[in-house]
């Protein structure tokens, strides 16, 4: 299968700071990308959808000012959490790939710890 | 409104003694339902895409299923290593997830 890295594995930052979490689709090229948050013993959350080129689609109440995505080639996005807080503290997962009902291919994920 | 539920929540099984896994969905536009397994800490691993009623796939000791409702994960002669979570996801231009089973094999 398709190979999605993400970067960095884990960060631990200061309230207030933002941070930047890069995917990266390795062996095939995305024209669109999505970004998941996923808490302790639940199942994933989308929180956008991210197409080369153009603005992310943000699922309801997931705030686009806080969660930056950016898709400038098909095979990186990123997303920069702005001002984290605390309750941002989760597990962020990416995937790649996925549109029209193809197979979504998954990175593996970046833990954020917010002080 | 568009769902997808699996069943059990958690399963505890012997090494070597097969089960299945329950994943009922309604979803509108359905283009392919979607099996993944999740290690702890990890990302989603892609096991299987079913996209018709009466397809199977199979991969070592696992078989999906589909039918127009459900969809099946059944698990032959399981080992330790098979314990994970497993997540069933409907898909239309995004993917619904349901909220997992949680399987856990004893030797």
């Known amino acids: 299968g398709a190979v999605v890295s993400q970067h960095p594995s884990w960060v631990i930052c200061k309230s207030g700071t933002s941070v930047k979490i890069e995917c990266r689709s390795l062996?095939?090229?995305?024209?669109?990308m999505f970004w998941y948050r996923q808490f302790p013993k639940q199942s994933l959350m989308l929180m956008a959808t991210?197409?080369?080129?153009?603005?992310?689609?943000?699922e309801q109440g997931v705030e686009k000012d806080k969660f930056l995505i950016n898709h400038a080639s098909l095979t990186l996005s990123t997303l920069t959490v702005t001002s984290a807080h605390p309750e941002d503290s989760s597990f962020y997962i990416c995937?790649?790939?996925?549109?029209?009902?193809?197979?979504?291919?998954f990175g593996p994920g970046t833990r954020l710890l917010v002080l | 409104e568009d769902q997808v539920t699996q069943s059990p929540e958690a399963l505890r099984l012997q090494e070597g003694e097969s089960s299945s896994l329950n994943c009922s969905y309604t979803?509108?536009?359905?283009?392919?339902l979607f099996w993944y397994r999740q290690d702890p800490g990890k990302g989603p691993e892609f096991l299987f895409t079913l996209y018709s009623a009466g397809e199977e796939k199979e991969k070592e000791r696992l078989k999906a299923t589909l039918t127009k409702k459900e969809s099946f994960l059944h698990i032959t002669a399981p080992k330790p290593e098979d314990s994970a979570t497993y997540l069933c996801a409907g898909g239309t231009d995004k993917l619904i997830f349901g909220t997992g089973t949680r399987l856990q094999v004893f030797p």
């Open positions: 979803v509108s536009g359905l283009r392919g």
């Open positions: 991210s197409n080369e080129g153009s603005k992310a689609t943000y």
């Open positions: 995937s790649a790939g996925g549109s029209g009902g193809e197979t979504q291919y």
């Open positions: 062996d095939f090229q995305a024209t669109t």
